[in-house]
């Protein structure tokens, strides 16, 4: 058996062929979907792009829906920007907490991928708090992919 087939053999053992991402407007998040996106090419894999939509304070069914428009729209416009991994991506934007979107996408994957941000002594509450919700309630594996110093994704 050469290296190639070899290699083929171990990704087909992997089994992924459905990763979810946690996607926002953060470095962190895009690195995350970078990463996501060259194992989803090295495993012939598809991506789910997941942006949880919180319903504003002051809520109105006008506001609400412009929101969503707005961030169906944003993360349409981020995905396309990975285009050149050659692996399909699609978007979508789920109502509710980050943490909570994230684990019941997780329910139809085979993978959940979500950013952390490494800078500093005490990163940010709210991304360590959805990493380690994911990580405690998924339904899958989950990667957490820190943000290397420095990259401004």
């Given at each position: 058996?050469?290296?190639?087939?070899?290699?083929?053999?171990?990704?087909?053992?992997?089994?992924?062929?459905?990763?979810?991402?946690?996607?926002?407007?953060?470095?962190?998040?895009?690195?995350?979907?970078?990463?996501?996106?060259?194992?989803?090419?090295?495993?012939?894999?598809?991506?789910?792009?997941?942006?949880?939509?919180?319903?504003?304070?002051?809520?109105?069914?006008?506001?609400?829906?412009?929101?969503?428009?707005?961030?169906?729209?944003?993360?349409?416009?981020?995905?396309?920007?990975?285009?050149?991994?050659g692996v399909a991506i699609d978007s979508r934007v789920a109502p509710g907490s980050p943490g909570v979107v994230l684990v019941d996408a997780s329910k139809?994957?085979?993978?959940?991928?979500?950013?952390?941000?490494?800078?500093?002594?005490?990163?940010?509450?709210?991304?360590?708090?959805?990493?380690?919700?994911?990580?405690?309630?998924?339904?899958?594996?989950?990667?957490?992919?820190?943000?290397?110093?420095?990259?401004?994704?």
């Amino acid at each position: 058996m050469d290296l190639l087939t070899q290699h083929q053999d171990e990704q087909a053992h992997l089994g992924i062929r459905s990763i979810v991402v946690g996607v926002d407007e953060s470095a962190a998040s895009l690195h995350a979907l970078r990463w996501a996106a060259h194992l989803a090419a090295a495993l012939g894999a598809r991506i789910t792009a997941v942006e949880a939509h919180k319903t504003p304070a002051v809520y109105t069914l006008a506001s609400d829906a412009a929101a969503v428009e707005a961030s169906e729209t944003t993360l349409r416009e981020t995905v396309a920007g990975f285009a050149s991994y050659g692996v399909a991506i699609d978007s979508r934007v789920a109502p509710g907490s980050p943490g909570v979107v994230l684990v019941d996408a997780s329910k139809d994957a085979d993978l959940l991928v979500v950013g952390s941000d490494s800078r500093g002594l005490l990163p940010d509450p709210t991304i360590v708090s959805i990493s380690m919700h994911c990580l405690r309630h998924a339904y899958c594996p989950v990667v957490v992919v820190p943000t290397p110093k420095g990259d401004e994704a």
